[in-house]
């Protein structure tokens, strides 16, 4: 039967007549007071209108809707009445197209969302907003789509209209999702955050928003700055007390950080959420002691809470308190949390306790996650251990058989495992096996590069770096790498600090590479230029190799006594290095 002939059928109906007012009452709510269909609805319009121009003028403000456009949206009326949702919303889309209507939008973006259409809700959202600039609700609803495409921009720039609009926008949003923000729409947002703080220089939450973009973007000075503003504006504030010992974090300056968090819990002693940040810092201080106290408390207030159970675990497997990490352990994967990780750590705790079957029960129970290679390659381990080198490289050779993706992480256990049997000739074939089968692996060509440093055959180290440039043309590693290589162990110092200079370009805060520049202009007899970069090597990362590399730059510069001193010192952390007996043995001893 023809659409036509349904309506002629149920006009006659009183329910359906009921239903009808109800339509027309909804149509004129929805937007037909502004844009109504030509002659039925103007009656509508008429009696609906209070003001004496509307009176005077019956046409007022009235725009016709196409022919079928009324019995289109009276047929997703009856849809909708019936339960038939998804045919209502695609006949009320299909009519916002159409028509621009702002009421006829208004009403799929409402159902839109009833029914979590999201691609419907976003389309008939811009509809509405185009339609009626005014509508604080269209915003609302276009601004949480953007936001949901991760049109974080334009989200911000609708965020913008709904405060025109006397809305409440979420400006904060920007700074708990700055991480999935690219860096381009990050600069975008801060400089329209900048320009709303001329109009209201105290708004916390722009000001918050901008102090994580600018950690962000590594402009951590300023973005300190705006932290302190915002504990002047709410001391207490939980989420400006993180931002701030974050940036003290960054900034190298965690015992301020630390302390920060103390005069916080002095006051607020029951705000977990710090005792928790404090705990983390203290940890990554190394002051586990007093990380362990911490995490105790928490663990007193929060017992089922994972990071707690996992922190305990890892400082009673410092502490050697095997029975009480495996506890701790055990409840994770009886509650479910952090399984995977609570699995390798069991096997970890079997293997302290020599416990070797255990621990190959536990490792083999890691179903995923970034510990599942590890495990697996503690499992080949322990197998070559107990079971002999064949078992073992049966078993990776069964992983890469039954997980064909991961074949070349299996492909690179292998050949760690060979290279610390020293197995030259073996560990040599299996990687170029391997390299045939995945010829642009870049970790196992990076591996087979340092094999051959290892074994002394440069020109294995230089073709597969060369290579791993070539595929990753940004790969810094690679090029300090060889680089350094180049410095040390040939008279191609040129080349060598073209690479270095590179590596710096893409990281110039990089310990490891700031020692190759000096290194390779103490090589190029530049002495004055590489002392500063040793120095500053030594001071951001305290290591045997570049205090040997210091040293002996001192020492070439006539600074002897000073080169003494850092080789003594670094000879008291490092008793067995070997780049400090070394330079001593040259130096010294000769």
């Not at 080198?389 to 050779?397: K, T």
């Not at 642009?440 to 590069?449: K, N, Q, S, V």
């Not at 110039?508 to 002392?531: C, H, K, T």
Request: aromatic share 8%.
């Amino acid at each position: 039967m023809s659409m036509q002939g349904i309506s002629d059928n149920l006009l006659s109906s009183k329910s359906f007549q009921t239903l009808v007012f109800g339509i027309w009452a909804v149509l004129g709510l929805m937007g037909c007071v502004a844009n109504p269909v030509a002659t039925t609805s103007e009656v509508l319009v008429v009696e609906k209108a209070s003001t004496p121009e509307a009176k005077e003028d019956k046409r007022f403000a009235v725009r016709p809707f196409p022919e079928g456009t009324l019995l289109a949206l009276l047929s997703a009326e009856i849809a909708g009445y019936r339960g038939d949702y998804q045919s209502a919303l695609e006949t009320y889309l299909a009519e916002a197209r159409k028509t621009g209507d702002p009421g006829v939008a208004a009403r799929v973006t409402r159902l839109a969302a009833y029914m979590k259409a999201e691609q419907a809700l976003f389309e008939a959202a811009e509809i509405w907003t185009a339609a009626d600039p005014t509508s604080l609700e269209a915003h609302q609803f276009l601004a949480d789509q953007l936001v949901k495409r991760g049109a974080f921009y334009e989200a911000f720039q609708v965020m913008q209209a709904i405060e025109a609009l006397n809305g409440k926008p979420q400006y904060d949003f920007f700074a708990y999702r700055v991480g999935s923000i690219s860096k381009a729409e990050r600069a975008q947002i801060l400089s329209g955050l900048k320009q709303m703080l001329l109009e209201d220089p105290d708004a916390v939450e722009v000001l918050f928003s901008m102090g994580a973009i600018l950690q962000s973007l590594d402009q951590l000075d300023e973005a300190l700055g705006i932290a302190d503003r915002l504990l002047v504006l709410a001391p207490e504030e939980l989420n400006f007390v993180i931002l701030k010992a974050n940036l003290l974090t960054a900034l190298k300056q965690s015992e301020d950080a630390i302390a920060l968090l103390r005069a916080q819990l002095n006051s607020n002693p029951d705000r977990h959420s710090l005792r928790m940040l404090l705990a983390r810092g203290l940890f990554e201080r190394r002051n586990l002691a007093e990380a362990r106290q911490e995490y105790e408390r928490l663990h007193q207030v929060l017992p089922e809470d994972g990071e707690v159970l996992f922190a305990l675990a890892v400082l009673s497997i410092e502490d050697g308190q095997y029975d009480q990490a495996r506890r701790h352990l055990l409840r994770l994967v009886r509650t479910e949390q952090r399984v995977n990780q609570a699995q390798y750590y069991l096997g970890r705790v079997a293997e302290k306790t020599e416990d070797t079957a255990l621990a190959l029960r536990e490792y083999n129970k890691v179903a995923g996650g970034y510990e599942f290679i590890s495990a697996q390659g503690r499992v080949a381990d322990l197998m070559q251990e107990s079971q002999g080198l064949e078992a073992a490289r049966q078993h990776l050779a069964q992983q890469r058989q039954r997980l064909p993706s991961l074949a070349a992480q299996f492909e690179l256990l292998e050949g760690q495992m060979l290279s610390r049997l020293g197995l030259k000739d073996s560990l040599f074939a299996h990687l170029d096996d391997a390299i045939g089968a995945h010829p642009e692996d870049i970790p196992l060509l990076y591996f087979r590069a340092m094999s051959g440093q290892r074994f002394g055959d440069l020109v294995i180290l230089e073709r597969d770096l060369k290579e791993v440039i070539r595929l990753d043309p940004d790969n810094a590693d690679a090029m300090n790498a060889l680089g350094y290589t180049l410095a040390d162990q040939t008279d191609r110092f040129d080349e060598a600090l073209d690479l270095i200079s590179q590596a710096l370009a893409i990281k110039p805060d990089e310990p490891a590479f700031i020692d190759s520049m000096g290194w390779v202009l103490y090589r190029l007899n530049r002495l004055e230029e590489a002392l500063p970069y040793l120095e500053r090597a030594l001071a951001l990362f305290p290591n045997d190799e570049v205090a040997a590399h210091l040293g002996e730059v001192l020492w070439a510069s006539g600074q002897k006594r000073q080169a003494k001193k850092i080789w003594r010192e670094a000879l008291k952390d490092y008793p067995d290095s070997v780049y400090i007996r070394s330079v001593l043995e040259r130096f010294l001893d000769s």
